[in-house]
């Protein structure tokens, strides 16, 4: 009973250790925005930082769904109209990455410069 007990206690600090390391990594993360607004991706060209692990959050302003996708990035996000949301991206080696979103394939293009 001693053990389940101390288990508890060491499992319940160590839990606690790691949620408060979290948001200041995630706080240090550089960040990237993008809006998707009538079927346009603004801005149509992001600056990212090279060999950086980073987040890019992805706002969606309407008026319909629209998704964020990239085949050579391996990444896609279906936004519903009004929804934020965010990808995290390993580092990248500095160059030119397409995407595209689906629901507006002539108009919803874009490019990631990594530098």
Same mark, same amino acid.
């Given at each position: ?24 990594? +995630? ?22 930082? +090279? ?13 319909? +769904? ?47 410069? +990594?530098?």
């Amino acid at each position: 009973m001693r053990t389940n007990r101390f288990s508890n206690a060491l499992l319940a600090v160590l839990s606690a250790m790691l949620l408060n390391s979290l948001p200041a990594q +995630a706080q240090d993360m550089p960040t990237v925005n993008l809006v998707i607004r009538n079927g346009h991706f603004v801005p149509a060209t992001l600056e990212v930082p +090279a060999n950086t692990k980073f987040r890019l959050v992805i706002k969606n302003e309407g008026p319909g +769904a629209e998704e964020f996708e990239s085949v050579e990035l391996r990444k896609e996000k279906v936004l519903a109209p009004g929804v934020t949301s965010f990808l995290i991206f390993q580092p990248l080696k500095p160059g030119t990455y397409k995407f595209f979103g689906d629901f507006h394939p002539e108009t919803a293009q874009g490019q990631m410069v +990594a530098k």
